[in-house]
């Protein structure tokens, strides 16, 4: 179960507003962005959330890989996005395919500010 979770936090992204408020535009994306990063998409699912007296909804965009999964969440009305890769390198390292894909993500969105985390998961002799 070795596998790479890639995230990140996007503050002040200066993409179209479209972006972060259309969920079968953003789904699509998404599942293009998988497959042109070599990885495997095998469903998709997405959400738009309604509007608040803040402004537009935001929009959860999944898609569910072989290798694990893609996780986008849109904040219009702060300009901000999370963004979740994780694959398992088990059968073998997607690891560069992951990053390619946040990489992707991180040109989409434009943001001013990026927080970006990497995480090392299911490797127990990690652990000792």
Do not use: K
Request: net charge negative.
């Amino acid at each position: 179960m070795q596998g790479l979770h890639l995230t990140a936090d996007l503050h002040d992204c200066l993409c179209e507003a479209r972006w972060m408020v259309d969920a079968d535009l953003l789904g699509d994306w998404c599942l293009e962005a998988v497959r042109q990063a070599g990885l495997h998409p095998v469903g998709r699912l997405v959400h738009a959330f309604p509007a608040t007296p803040r402004g537009a909804g935001g929009v959860t965009a999944t898609v569910l890989l072989a290798e694990s999964h893609l996780c986008v969440h849109t904040w219009p009305e702060l300009r901000a996005v999370t963004v979740d890769v994780y694959v398992c390198n088990v059968e073998g390292d997607h690891s560069t395919r992951a990053s390619v894909l946040l990489d992707r993500l991180l040109a989409l969105f434009q943001a001013a500010h990026v927080e970006r985390h990497e995480l090392r998961r299911g490797d127990i002799r990690a652990a000792f």
